[in-house]
């Protein structure tokens, strides 16, 4: 029997709606975009009273959310939002089918201008995401004797962590390992990233690392606005058993020691770029010397790592990064980076990343 032509529609119809689509995209859908959706919303929102009942609440919540939906929209798209609603509430207490089409009309129509306006602003952010990229680097650096391998991921398109390795003049052993993580997300964030780039090829290659992190203070300090705020740790590899470390707030060393096989933290004291003027930024600074011995880690982190946190809410925490590092000592710094991002990735499983994370592995041989 032969198949009528509009059900062989239908099929296509159907099979057009439902290309690339999987039960994935259905979770992220409900476990991902909708709670961001909601965040985003309910940021602006006003929160009902905690007096009334939980009834008059959630109206209370709904009508703020609506509020809160209509003035994100521009003039001219909230009165077509408007109009579009009045005929199909026209449509329901009138029976008219036009009315119901020209609801249906104008919403599609506001859909398409936004879907255009989100479609374009994903370009831009594909363009800054790839400028960003591009001011990192591809590869760790080679030196005789440390093995380094490293792995960023921004929590939205484009993020506000940093990582540089920077030769430094006078031997060709020496080198500055450099992370920071500046305060916030996402395009602002970005934006303070690429000046802070900018800075850091620009600053002296001869010197203390502790100098070098006071010049850095001094030309950011009047580059961010208020309540924004860099955190950094430097690492100086002076040669191949002694190295430098300073810290301006950021998250602590782990270190783990071959001859001990166990991980601990080292904290030279230091406060965040931006949160004191230079007077009081130097004089926080500390410069620790470390010796170092074949088989030793060092392990530089962002805080999106241990902050990382399940559909629990549970944040992977340090003492997880330590078990895998003592347990995986023996592997290349490779290996210790696909170890620690396995066990990310497990951990996490469909929760969406909330924060930049970025992480640097040195292991001397």
Known sequence: MRTPEWLNRLKRNYQILTSDLNFAAIETLIKSDAPSMLEFYTRD???????????????????????????????????????????????????????????????????????????????????????????????????????????????????????????????????MIIIGDIS???????????????????????????????????KLENLFPAETFLTSTFVGIENHNSI???????????????????CSEITPAGIGIGLADSTIFASSL??????????DILFLYSDGLSETMNKAKEEFGEDRIKTIIEKTSLKTA????????????EFRGLTPPHDDLTLIVMKAH
């Open 184 to 218: 916030g997300k996402g395009m602002g964030a970005a934006l303070h990233m690429v000046q802070v780039h900018t800075i850091m090829k620009n600053l002296s290659r001869e010197g203390e690392i502790k100098e070098l992190l006071i010049e850095f203070n001094k």
């Open 45 to 175: 929102a006003k929160q009902p009273r905690t007096k009334r009942n939980r009834f008059v609440r959630t109206l209370s919540l709904l009508k703020n959310l609506f509020t809160a939906f209509v003035v994100k929209l521009t003039p001219a798209r909230r009165i077509l939002y408007l109009l579009a609603l009045y005929f199909f509430v026209s449509g329901i207490f009138s029976g008219r089918l036009l009315h119901y089409f020209l609801g249906f009309l104008l919403l599609n129509i506001l859909l398409a201008f936004e879907l255009a306006n989100k479609l374009t602003a994903k370009d831009e952010l594909e363009v800054a995401r790839s400028i960003q990229l591009d001011l990192m680097p591809k590869t760790a650096p080679q030196l005789p004797h440390f093995d380094i391998a490293f792995f960023s991921e921004t929590a939205r398109e484009v993020g506000g962590d940093f990582y540089d390795f920077v030769p430094m003049d006078g031997s060709e052993q020496a080198m």
């Open 334 to 345: 490779r290996e210790i980076k696909e170890a620690i991002l396995k066990s990310i990735v």
């Open 286 to 295: 500390q410069e620790q010397s470390l010796r170092i011995f074949p088989g």
């Open 244 to 262: 430098k470390l300073c810290r301006a707030g950021h998250l602590p060393l782990l270190y783990y020691a071959s001859k001990d096989k166990s």
